[in-house]
């Protein structure tokens, strides 16, 4: 027999392989963390799948596939692409000839990701996010991503990494927001930020380890190939001190298109004015749908309402995803809080109207305009903030198109009435050799000057090195006319300056075109199963003391620099904050309200000011009465004509500074 010790051994072992048959199966991963989430974003998730079940759906591009694509990425930069001079210059690079050498040799490629990876890289060469290959289906729509997200910040002068937030629904007795991350596979996190980074195109050290960052958990996969690894060990330190390590997967979700989305595809006036990181921006949306359910519902809320406006309270916004707007108290002083998180919105006057509304609520001594991981979008839309910020009249940023046969045709499309503009110089430069078109703004003065100042305090700009194309051009309006300081919470923004335009954009004006006559076009050709090019069509240029300058490459850089801090990671940017409020509070601050009322045959305008000492009225243009305002901080009455129907401007000076500005 044997000895009782090993008998009651075998009955345990039996009762313990019972129980694990009759342990329900286990649910799929992404199913775990369903039970937590909010319901606004459940629906988003529920079909999220492990990254290797996710790569074996991918139908393969035939080899006519292939090389179709290569010829229109060689068509499209040898044509549009308005950089092309300035990146084979800046980085010694020839991405024209390493696209015919991939066409000579697709036959040897081993895989589809490796035709992937080749195109990729090419484009990534150029160190520009507005021109890209987008991967073909189910690329096109997938978002690969972890269930936490990474920040870096200082601490004791070193820069750290922390985990900032969790996926609602991912749960763990250790891993928490505040631990600080040590290594990634076993790559010291500073090195793999570095390497995710240098794979991104950003156009300097800055931009590219912003964007490390940023891609580190969660990666669109319309731009780049999917991760290396299918899963990731995290090393962290836990709030104790203690290393510790997790194991998780990389899943894959198809990213929803985001309500206020501009399709870029479309003949419309927005599509045709837009300057967006395309990647950062479904970046930010990705963020949105998995750490703030709340902008989700509230979103979804408005959308269902008639008059939004009455469902919004205090500085609330009518755009949550768009703006966030709140006053804010400091050490220094209570101050107004603006966050724009993107200009890609298709109603330029809406949101236009929206931004007078909610910094006309904030306090009015002092705004910080945080417009950090902004990406772009509507050029317009950048460039008709700027008056409502200065004094000063804005003057648009031009844009130059490459001289090239292609652009010259593109100037002559009947379907394109604002191209013609730039038509003169570019069949100037067609006989000169000039390499570019005249610089002309895609926006009129005129509307760029329409409304006039409605914020007289003074502003703070916070910048990063996400801040991207509109973004940049919006950046580079508010230093080029001194509306106010810049702080950066890191040495440069993206430096991306120029107008995107998509392959298939291009190709529905130049369709157009052979519609109604013969057309020199180009011979642009539908690409397979949804892939994509994009190209920087316009370059921008600088103006005021900086005017010829270009953009690209060169960014913004900041007056100050903040390094962020633990507790702006955890504690809503409260270091950041206060770093600007004391900017704010050694600037001056200027008071300009007015109230017009009529009185018989005449109207009243009543000006209450602070910080001036001296008012002049225009009427259309013209001047009509100037008068002193005593002790700089007064009520003036200026009486005018009823019958005036001309535009009516009074300015506020101080000391023979212009300093206010008012359009009535």
Not at 2 to 23: M, V
Not at 292 to 298: L, N, S
Request: aromatic share 6%.
């Amino acid at each position: 027999m044997p000895p009782p010790h090993a008998t009651e051994l075998r009955r345990r072992t039996a009762k313990g392989a019972r129980k694990k048959r009759r342990r329900p199966p286990k649910r799929a991963l992404a199913a775990t963390f369903l039970a937590g989430l909010d319901d606004a974003i459940k629906p988003h998730l529920r079909g999220a799948v492990r990254l290797e079940h996710f790569l074996a759906r991918a139908e393969p591009l035939s080899p006519a596939e292939r090389r179709l694509i290569v010829g229109q990425a060689i068509l499209l930069l040898e044509e549009f692409y308005a950089h092309l001079p300035m990146k084979r210059a800046m980085h010694g690079i020839d991405p024209v000839r390493r696209l015919e050498l991939l066409a000579i040799n697709l036959r040897h490629l081993a895989s589809d990701l490796s035709f992937h990876h080749e195109m990729s890289e090419i484009f990534m060469s150029l160190c520009d996010l507005h021109t890209n290959y987008l991967l073909p289906r189910p690329y096109n729509k997938a978002v690969a991503f972890l269930p936490f997200a990474i920040e870096d910040c200082f601490e004791g002068g070193v820069r750290k990494y922390i985990v900032s937030k969790l996926l609602p629904g991912f749960k763990h007795p250790r891993f928490r927001p505040g631990v600080e991350v040590s290594s990634w596979n076993s790559i010291p996190i500073d090195r793999a930020v570095m390497l995710v980074g240098g794979i991104s195109a950003g156009s300097n050290e800055p931009a590219r380890r912003a964007r490390g960052v940023a891609r580190l958990t969660l990666r669109p996969l319309f731009r780049s190939l999917p991760p290396e690894e299918r899963e990731v060990v995290v090393e962290y330190r836990s709030r104790r001190g203690r290393a510790r390590e997790i194991r998780l997967p990389w899943l894959v979700f198809a990213l929803p298109r985001e309500r206020h989305a501009i399709d870029h595809d479309a003949h419309r006036p927005t599509a045709m004015s837009l300057g967006i990181d395309l990647e950062g921006d479904l970046i930010r949306h990705g963020k949105k749908l998995l750490y703030k359910p709340h902008v989700v519902a509230a979103e979804r809320r408005l959308a269902a309402r008639r008059h939004p406006h009455a469902a919004v309270e205090g500085c609330g916004s009518i755009m949550p995803a768009v703006f966030e707007a709140r006053p804010v108290r400091t050490t220094h002083g209570r101050f107004g809080y603006l966050r724009l998180r993107t200009f890609q919105l298709d109603d330029v006057d809406g949101f236009v109207k929206e931004f007078v509304r909610l910094v006309e609520l904030l306090p009015q001594n002092g705004l910080i305009l945080d417009v950090r991981d902004n990406t772009g979008g509507v050029l317009t839309n950048g460039e008709r903030l700027l008056q409502l910020l200065t004094p000063r009249r804005i003057e648009p940023e031009p844009l130059q198109l490459r001289s090239t046969p292609s652009c010259l045709e593109l100037c002559r499309s009947e379907s394109l009435g604002h191209f013609t503009r730039w038509l003169p110089s570019m069949q100037r430069a067609s006989e000169t050799g000039a390499p570019f078109s005249a610089g002309i703004p895609l926006d009129t003065p005129e509307s760029c000057n329409a409304i006039g100042q409605r914020y007289y305090g003074p502003i703070v700009l916070v910048t990063n090195g996400l801040c991207y194309s509109t973004t940049d051009i919006f950046t580079a309006g508010f230093r080029d006319h001194a509306v106010g300081k810049i702080l950066g919470t890191d040495e440069n923004t993206g430096a991306g300056g120029a107008n995107v335009w998509t392959h298939a954009l291009l190709r529905r004006i130049f369709a157009k075109g052979r519609s109604r006559r013969a057309s020199r076009g180009p011979a642009l050709r539908a690409l397979p199963k949804e892939a994509g090019l994009r190209v920087a069509l316009r370059r921008s240029l600088r103006v005021g003391k900086n005017a010829g300058t270009e953009l690209e490459e060169l960014g913004i850089v900041p007056d100050e620099v903040h390094r962020m801090t633990r507790d702006d990671l955890l504690r809503g940017n409260r270091d950041l904050i206060d770093h600007a409020a004391r900017i704010l509070a050694a600037m001056p601050v200027y008071a300009f309200r007015t109230n017009v009322r009529p009185r018989g045959r005449e109207v009243v305008i009543e000006v209450a000011s602070r910080n001036i000492d001296r008012l002049d009225l225009s009427i259309g243009g013209r001047p009509f009465a100037s008068q002193e305002v005593r002790r700089g901080a007064a009520r003036t009455r200026i009486v005018m004509p009823a019958h005036v129907s001309d535009v009516i401007e009074l300015c506020g000076f101080m000391k023979g500074k212009l300093v206010a500005r008012r359009r009535i």
